[in-house]
């Protein structure tokens, strides 16, 4: 048996949870060959983040309690960091390192993880995962989570993209949370059915990715964030007819 701790994650943690994330996927991508064609394979990632880690930052600030490492011989084993946003729990990481796999480890991490709600009943659990990767799926659902909803990766040359320039829709960056808090906390409640304040906040803060907000006449009809990358998302809109 291996001898694991688990404790809550620390700043100084950052660099090597990154690494541990890369090295777990990339045994993801070579176990069903996708390696080779993969975006998020390591060797297509930049070896440091220009910006430093504000995502695990936003993690350790607003959710620390979901926010778990594992060791073993003083070395980082695993990881996992959840988010609770209303009654919304959602795991947005759980990855254990491809020697330490088949532990228990992850199954350890998840249980941490599922204990974060701050005190609020929890109606929802979420979270993505590759559909091509059976023992992730099989570890959720022995939690009660079962694949829903499938999503799609798409990509495309933006040169090839064909807009529809919609006259009517007014399209207005915005630069300051505060700002736009209140509208976009609005179409969130319409879309998803709960506010995510803390997300916007965190993206509108970053270098790389600007917020447009998109309106008819007075009323927002949607926002969207595209990033310098060409990536757009994430993209929500109340009114399918006006925002296409
Ligand atoms: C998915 C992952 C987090 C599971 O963590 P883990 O520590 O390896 O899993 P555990 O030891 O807790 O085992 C969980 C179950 O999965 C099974 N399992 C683990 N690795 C397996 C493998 N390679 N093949 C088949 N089953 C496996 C275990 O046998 C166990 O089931 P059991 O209790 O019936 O025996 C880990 O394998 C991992 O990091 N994978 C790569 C990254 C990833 O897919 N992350 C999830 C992305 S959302």
Redesign the pocket.
Known sequence: MLDVSYRKAKVEDFPGILNLIRT??D??LRAHGFYESSPFASSKLPAVPQQGFPWFEMGLKEDGEGFWVAEVEGKLA?LTLSWVRGSLWYLAH???SPE?????????LMERAMKHHKGVIITNRA?A??AY?P??I??YARYGIYPREPLYWMEGASKHVKTQAASKVRNERITNFESGRKTLSHIDELTIGYPREKNHEFLIGLPTVRCHLFSTGNQPVGYAYVWQNGRVGPLATVSHEEFQ
Do not use: D, M, R
Request: hydrophobic letters at 45%.
């Open positions: 777990s996927f045994g993801v695993g759980l990855f254990v330490h796999q088949g532990f228990n480890i992850g199954q350890n979270l995962t590759f990767n023992v992730s099989s570890l």
